[in-house]
């Protein structure tokens, strides 16, 4: 039987779903990484926050949170989580890129009218 390297399946799995997520926010190329372990990943994102206007931005993901909008620090410090994206651990990518779009945009998300339902 051939060897089936589970950790290199998930690496996969979570470069795809990431690419997902980069192109439901209109962003072209490789602006991300992916980590085999612990499993986790970063997205560079191309706008600013408003408070933050000398900062870049990223969505960070992990296993046990899921995503995260995080500022980039100086030096090699990690990003500091300001916003935690409250759709799961691996939430559509539409939803993720929703939840980011209006972070930089300083707009509150918004309900899922549908979740009322």
């Given at each position: 039987?051939?060897?089936?390297?589970?950790?290199?399946?998930?690496?996969?799995?979570?470069?795809?779903?990431?690419?997902?997520?980069?192109?439901?926010?209109?962003?072209?190329?490789?602006?991300?990484?992916?980590?085999?372990?612990?499993?986790?990943?970063?997205?560079?994102?191309?706008?600013?926050?408003?408070?933050?206007?000398?900062?870049?931005?990223?969505?960070?993901?992990?296993?046990?949170?899921?995503?995260?909008?995080?500022?980039?620090?100086?030096?090699?410090?990690?990003?500091?989580?300001?916003?935690?994206?409250?759709?799961?651990?691996?939430?559509?990518?539409?939803d993720v890129a929703a939840f980011a779009v209006s972070?930089?945009?300083?707009?509150?998300?918004?309900?899922?009218?549908?979740?009322?339902?």
């Amino acid at each position: 039987m051939l060897g089936v390297d589970f950790a290199e399946t998930e690496v996969n799995e979570l470069r795809r779903y990431v690419r997902m997520v980069a192109g439901a926010l209109g962003q072209q190329g490789d602006s991300f990484y992916v980590q085999a372990t612990p499993l986790a990943a970063y997205l560079a994102l191309d706008g600013r926050l408003a408070a933050f206007p000398d900062r870049d931005v990223a969505l960070i993901w992990d296993e046990q949170h899921g995503w995260a909008l995080a500022l980039e620090t100086e030096g090699n410090e990690d990003p500091v989580v300001i916003s935690r994206c409250p759709d799961g651990i691996r939430p559509a990518p539409r939803d993720v890129a929703a939840f980011a779009v209006s972070r930089l945009m300083g707009v509150p998300r918004l309900p899922d009218p549908q979740a009322a339902a």
